[in-house]
Nanobody, 120 residues
């Protein structure tokens, strides 16, 4: 059983920074692409940033230049550094990963979500 556990959300003033972390745990697996999505109240979930196994990245236009996604393969962890936060960044942020489970195939996993609130 593979799990994604997120941490690092919270309340911050506009212009501030937060770093989200998401660690995959379990046994007999390897991680392909990893990413962060967010969902604000009344809105659809959207892709914020994604990083491939080969560390190619892509970002939502509204966060380019402010957010940085990175990964530590030795720790099975993906990070999202969020700078210059704006009130419109307020949402629940979800970690997502394509994980190859030995002997079973590739599955898509979600974390439980972490709240990010940016006050004006």
């Amino acid at each position: 059983q593979v799990q994604l556990v997120e941490s690092g959300g919270g309340l911050v003033q506009a212009g501030g920074s937060l770093r989200l972390s998401c660690a995959a745990s379990g046994s007999a697996f390897s991680i392909n692409a990893m990413g962060w999505y967010r969902q604000a109240p009344g809105k659809q979930r959207e892709l914020v940033a994604r990083i491939s196994a080969g560390v190619t990245t892509n970002y939502l236009d509204s966060v380019k230049g402010r957010f940085t996604i990175s990964r530590d393969n030795a720790k099975n962890t993906v990070y999202l550094q969020m700078n210059s936060l704006k009130p419109e960044d307020t949402a629940v942020y979800y970690c997502n990963a394509d994980i190859r489970v030995v002997g079973r195939g590739v599955y898509n996993y979600w974390g439980q979500g972490t709240q990010v609130t940016v006050s004006s």
